[in-house]
Nanobody, 123 residues
Framework: QVQLVESGGGLVQAGGSLRLSCAAS????????MAWFRQAPGKEREFVAA????????YHADSVKGRFPIFRDNARNTVYLQMNNLKPEDTAVYYC????????????????WGQGTQVTVSS
């Protein structure tokens, strides 16, 4: 089992920044990649970004490329999503996930999920 705990969400004005954190514990050695997804009300869960634990290779959705870098701290088993130049359409619950493959952009490609953290961007 792997446990994931997200933090860092909140309310921010458009153009502002937030940093999300996802701390992993448990059998993390079984995971190859970590990812962030988001889900807005009435919409499907959407891929945001992924990172490979070992190499730090990253992959981003076009909608956040250049604005939301993903990076990790292997010593702390923590992955971060730095969200810059936030837009109202970025409002969603953000989830981190871990899985055995890199890169999967479908939620079914991940084995463990955090509880989610709300990000609200006001215009």
């Amino acid at each position: 089992q792997v446990q994931l705990v997200e933090s860092g969400g909140g309310l921010v004005q458009a153009g502002g920044s937030l940093r999300l954190s996802c701390a992993a514990s448990g059998r993390t050695f079984s995971s190859v990649a970590m990812a962030w997804f988001r889900q807005a009300p009435g919409k499907e869960r959407e891929f945001v970004a992924a990172i490979r634990w070992s190499s730090g290779d990253t992959y981003h959705a076009d909608s956040v490329k250049g604005r939301f870098p993903i990076f990790r701290d292997n010593a702390r088993n923590t992955v971060y999503l730095q969200m810059n130049n936030l837009k109202p359409e970025d409002t969603a619950v953000y989830y981190c996930a871990c899985g055995r493959f890199y890169v999967r952009t479908d939620p079914t490609g991940y084995d463990y999920w955090g509880q989610g953290t709300q990000v609200t961007v006001s215009s």
